[in-house]
T-cell receptor
Framework: AQKITQTQPGMFVQEKEAVTLDCTYD???????LFWYKQPSSGEMIFLIY??????QNATEGRYSLNFQKARKSANLVISASQLGDSAMYFC?????????????FGKGTRLHILP | DTAVSQTPKYLVTQMGNDKSIKCEQN?????MYWYKQDSKKFLKIMFS???????INETVPNRFSPKSPDKAHLNLHINSLELGDSAVYFC????FGTGSSYEQYFGPGTRLTVT
């Protein structure tokens, strides 16, 4: 079974609109971390935001927020007021802490296109 | 100031050759990783080293051999290259800390093309 599922292979969104990128995860580990990374067409991987499984509040970083719904095992990324520069691949990832090896498993990604 | 650097950025070689990719980080991190990103953009962990000790060794052909001379460097040597090895290889580094928010910092990637 896939540990991280991103069901949207591609999305088109009008500039300035808010975007929600879906991510569901599968783990029985009570302690885990969830990450989102951005990969623009230039190829580099850029860390965006982190949510720990015990964090009480949803993580926010500037225009990025993580809609963490623990019971549903969902960690959607919300980008407010999208910009043309947000066009990129977005990867959701998870670290299961009981493994003790800091391994991060990535989803297959969602390609986001922001339209002018 | 490059945080995680990889050389070379592009590598084109023929089947059967042996090649190496070098990675260096200047962030003071104690853990380094190698990932492979295939043509469909799927990113998969290959190896990780913590303070020069191998801690993750995924199901990777033994033609791939990582070497960490010190905690700031992690090199990847590939023997007898095959067409299926064509991919982008990313190096990353972080502080080791299960349960922490430590994110991994990625290098720019090395695009390997095997002909």
């Amino acid at each position: 079974a896939q540990k991280i599922t991103q069901t949207q292979p591609g999305m088109f969104v009008q500039e300035k609109e808010a975007v929600t990128l879906d991510c569901t995860y599968d783990t029985s580990d009570p302690s885990y971390g969830l990450f989102w990374y951005k990969q623009p067409s230039s190829g580099e991987m850029i860390f965006l935001i982190y949510q720990g499984s015990y964090d009480q509040q949803n993580a926010t970083e500037g225009r990025y927020s993580l809609n963490f719904q623990k019971a549903r095992k969902s960690a959607n990324l919300v980008i407010s007021a999208s910009q043309l520069g947000d066009s990129a691949m977005y990867f959701c990832a998870m670290r299961e802490d009981s493994l003790g090896d800091d391994k991060i498993i990535f989803g297959k990604g969602t390609r986001l296109h922001i339209l002018p | 100031d490059t945080a995680v650097s990889q050389t070379p950025k592009y590598l084109v070689t023929q089947m059967g050759n042996d090649k190496s990719i070098k990675c260096e980080q200047n962030l003071g991190h104690d853990t380094m990783y190698w990932y492979k990103q295939d043509s469909k953009k799927f990113l998969k962990i290959m190896f990780s080293y913590n303070n020069k000790e191998l801690i993750i060794n995924e199901t990777v052909p033994n033609r791939f051999s990582p070497k960490s001379p010190d905690k700031a460097h992690l090199n990847l040597h590939i023997n007898s290259l095959e067409l299926g090895d064509s991919a982008v290889y990313f190096c990353a580094s972080s502080f080791f800390g299960t349960g922490s928010s430590y994110e991994q910092y990625f290098g720019p990637g090395t695009r390997l093309t095997v002909t």
